[in-house]
């Protein structure tokens, strides 16, 4: 694989391979996620489509980026960034969904990814704060969130509820 991953935002031709590495995270990292993979399986790949269609929604700050290796240009890690609706919050931003898949971990694909959200992020007009959740024990995630810029401003105590278990949440926010 390449060691330079190739961002670029999503579209809607990328739904089915974007859905199928969304599963994979649902999957194998079920505290990381709010969606469960079997909420995710019965809701279907058309769940992500006002996110892939682009222009307009991006422009907005509501896009999903995919990073790309290898020769085939294979998926391998993925990040979206959901803008608040009420007009009070539109100032703000949410990253959502980020995940690199283990085959490509190690080599700068989630900094690559969150660099390029940060910059699309920064072009957005009016878009002031981007917030993020993460799990309390993830300390690898949080601190490539931290390196970026992202501080902690807070921990929702038992945020998720996974197979019965609560596990913690660290609410981190970045300024732009």
């Known amino acids: ?22 599963l994979r995270a649902l999957q194998a990292h079920p505290d990381a996620f709010a969606q469960s993979h079997q909420e995710a399986l019965e809701k279907g790949p058309q769940q992500h489509d006002a996110m ?10 509501n896009f999903l ?12 890690g993925m990040v979206g960034l959901k803008r608040q609706e009420r007009l009070k919050e ?20 989630g900094r690559a990814l969150l660099i390029d959200l940060l ?19 993830n300390d690898a995630a949080r601190h490539l969130y931290e390196s970026v810029g992202f501080r902690c401003y807070g921990r929702e105590t038992g945020g998720l509820c996974v197979d019965g278990m609560l596990s913690d949440s660290d609410l981190m926010a970045r300024f732009i």
Do not use: N, W
């Open 1 to 22: 694989m390449d060691r330079v991953p190739l961002i670029r935002q999503l579209t809607p031709t990328d739904r089915d391979i974007f859905f199928q590495l969304r």
């Open 52 to 61: 892939l269609q682009g222009g307009a929604h991006a422009a907005d700050g």
């Open 65 to 76: 980026l995919g990073a790309f290796m290898g020769q085939e240009q294979t998926l391998t």
């Open 90 to 109: 539109r100032h703000k931003a949410s990253v959502i969904g980020m995940y690199v898949a283990p085959e490509a971990a190690g080599r700068g694909v």
């Open 119 to 137: 910059a699309r992020a920064g072009c957005v007009e009016g878009l002031r704060q981007i917030q993020l959740v993460v799990a309390s024990h």
